[in-house]
């Protein structure tokens, strides 16, 4: 197996980091926008209650009183709040939608390109090369290092 040089492996990590950095812009941009979403659904709770709220008041009205102009008045105003109320939530599914799809994208993103690894990986593998696995990588590193201090200088075991 050809061993990385350090350019190799400075360039990996450089790499690796890049992504990880992408990976943490991406999530912090997703909790903002659930942050704001939390936000509006607590104003749209607030604007249902104020609504329940007149609505009944509306509907305790003695009936001879709601063919009375002002009684027409604040049912026009009843159904713009309503029209804004429903707005509101349209509005919101819209960008939990948004959310959703961000979530998904990353996810998508990130199982691709860790199922293209593994591919080669077993690829790899079939043909008789070796597995590649991080306890691979460190079992290797532990062996090398317990051959190279098996031959260190105060030693007097002879290295296998």
């Known amino acids: 197996m050809q061993q990385q040089g350090p350019l190799e492996k400075s360039m990996q990590n450089s790499v690796t980091l890049e992504k990880q950095r992408t990976m943490d812009n ?21 604007m249902q209650d104020e609504f329940d709220l ?45 959310v959703i799809k961000e979530i998904d994208s990353m996810v998508t993103c990130q199982l691709h390109s ?25 079992q290797n590193w532990v062996t090398e290092f317990c051959m190279d201090f098996s031959k260190g200088p105060c030693s007097s075991t002879p290295a296998r």
């Open 54 to 98: 007149r609505y009944k008041t509306l509907q305790s009205r003695d009936p001879a009183e709601k063919k009375t102009d002002r009684m027409k008045d604040e049912c026009t105003r009843l159904q713009e709040m309503l029209n804004r109320l429903d707005f509101k939530r349209k509005e919101i599914l819209s960008k939990m939608s948004d």
């Open 114 to 138: 860790e199922l293209l690894e593994w591919k080669r990986r077993q690829q790899v593998s079939l043909i008789g090369g070796p597995l590649l696995t991080g306890l691979d990588l460190l």
């Open 26 to 46: 991406r999530v912090t941009i997703i909790r903002n926008s659930v942050q704001l979403m939390e936000q509006a659904v607590k104003f749209i709770e607030d």
